[in-house]
């Protein structure tokens, strides 16, 4: 990591009153958290598409039964 980056880190860790692995281990789940999870209205969008409701109903079955295969 460069000596910008570093400081940058350093000053916003500093500014919440927090350790830098503190700070950067909260960034990272935030960050984790925002991209593995769904924003309520891309779930309205989502249920309401019938026809891809109806596909993941069916893959979600198929991967219960274990068929098909998984890639």
Do not use: C, P, W
């Given at each position: ?20 692995s503190?700070?950067?281990?909260t ?35 198929d ?9």
């Amino acid at each position: 990591m460069d000596e910008a980056t570093y400081r940058l880190i350093a000053e916003a860790a500093q500014a919440d009153n927090r350790s830098i692995s503190n700070f950067v281990e909260t960034a990272a789940r935030q960050k984790a958290a925002a991209e593995i999870l769904v924003s309520e209205s891309e779930m309205v969008e989502i249920r309401a598409d019938r026809r891809l409701v109806r596909r993941l109903q069916r893959g979600h079955r198929d991967a219960v039964a274990r068929r098909g295969k998984f890639v």
